[in-house]
């Protein structure tokens, strides 16, 4: 019998088209709502690990010694799978090209990208690669719009350039999973879309493992291109409850209808959905709005219990489901020691009493496990203590 998330939690708190891909991936995830269970695959318990976002931490960024302290701490909160995220540049909202830098050259940056990855691998967790967009005068890199046709198939090209770039170094580096893109909408969920199926079919032909695509919460039932690609992925800042002080249970119903949400999305596409970000900042009621950034906030209310509840509640119902492959939490950083990245109230559950509530959801066992061994929860322990990854034993259920 599997061990219920929602029941063994520390925080018991008053608590579109077919399928048309024509060129296949070796490691390629059976078609099928429940294929990544039925494979047997294990879910994916994934942890992004960002890059530090400074030429003043010198010496702190992927691939340095700071960043395998990273990755131990990955595998000792009970990780499978880590994110990372290299950017590249636009300037606005209208580009017509990428540039390459971000922070440090390009080819310091892919030697770094290649070394986190030889790191994550080295402690036995697989790598998920997302390229991202970084624009420089700001916007939300969803709205990029270049103008009449002409312009479009200029932002196609250089967007190709930098993908396959990107799918390059992923498959040097043995990476397992791909994102071709990150909140792209104007981009994949219109008649722009025609622009972005030869760019996957490049992409095959360079990058031997999974592809995915990273879909903003409120437009993956829109995105046109999954079934080109072997995962749904969508970034799930999904909003779990409509008002401030909503309690336990409605958080609970809101993680629910999240849940059918994405059982309708692995119909309607014939592939599992895996959460390419899952995440909430540190303050009250972070489940109402949580995509908003900890930069822009101000008098904020730190609340770790809050955040806490938060991830128990979008996670309880995902943990049952066979079409929910896994998720990705939004983010630790690559020099786990250095707080300057973020505020206190950031997305971050380092440390925090989130961090409880992932260690259980990472021992616990997935319906997208697959089929459970007799035993596997016999001992399960439970995490009680931010930060100290010792075994400490639960006690008895009954």
């Not at 219920?4 to 070796?26: E, I, K, N």
């Not at 030697?111 to 030889?118: E, S, T």
């Not at 509530?357 to 061994?373: C, E, K, N, S, Y």
Request: net charge negative; proline share 6%.
């Amino acid at each position: 019998m599997r061990t219920s998330f929602a029941a063994a939690s520390l925080f018991v708190l008053a608590a579109a088209a077919p399928a048309s891909a024509t060129v296949a991936a070796p490691n390629a995830a059976p078609q099928g709502p429940t294929a990544w269970a039925d494979a047997s695959r294990g879910g994916i318990r994934g942890l992004t690990i960002g890059p530090i976002e400074s030429l003043r931490h010198a010496g702190k960024g992927y691939g340095s010694p700071a960043s395998g302290r990273a990755m131990d701490e990955a595998k000792a909160l009970g990780s499978t799978w880590v994110s990372l995220t290299p950017f590249g540049r636009v300037w606005d909202l209208q580009p017509n090209g990428i540039d390459l830098t971000f922070e440090a050259p390009f080819a310091e940056n892919r030697a770094n990208v290649l070394h986190a990855m030889a790191q994550a691998h080295a402690r036995g967790l697989k790598v998920f690669l997302v390229p991202h967009l970084w624009v420089e005068t700001g916007g939300w890199r969803a709205l990029i719009d270049p103008g009449d046709d002409a312009a479009w198939e200029r932002w196609a090209a250089a967007y190709k350039r930098f993908l396959l770039t990107w799918a390059e170094v992923a498959a040097e580096g043995g990476a397992e999973m791909l994102s071709v893109g990150v909140e792209l909408r104007s981009f994949v969920t219109t008649g722009r879309a025609a622009l972005f199926y030869p760019i996957i079919q490049e992409v095959r032909r360079v990058y031997p493992g999974l592809l995915t695509y990273s879909a903003n919460w409120d437009d993956a039932e829109d995105t046109l291109i999954f079934g080109e690609l072997d995962l749904v992925g969508i970034n799930a800042f999904y909003p779990l409850a409509d008002k401030d002080g909503a309690g336990r249970e409605a958080l609970l119903a809101g993680g629910r209808k999240v849940a059918e949400g994405i059982e309708r999305l692995t119909a309607m596409w014939g592939r599992p959905v895996v959460l390419t970000e899952i995440g909430y900042t540190t303050r009250k009621d972070p489940a109402i709005r949580p995509w908003e950034w900890p930069d822009g906030m101000k008098d904020v209310t730190i609340d770790e219990e809050a955040q806490a509840l938060a991830y128990e509640a979008l996670l309880a119902p995902l943990l049952d489901s066979r079409s929910c492959a896994g998720f990705f939490v939004w983010r630790y950083y690559a020099d786990p020691d250095d707080v300057s990245q973020e505020a206190a109230w950031g997305f971050s559950p380092r440390g925090k009493l989130a961090e409880l509530v992932l260690r259980d959801a990472f021992t616990a066992r997935w319906a997208a496990d697959g089929p459970a061994i007799l035993g596997d929860n016999l001992g399960r322990h439970r995490a009680r203590t931010p930060g100290f990854f010792g075994w400490e034993l639960s006690p008895p259920l009954f």
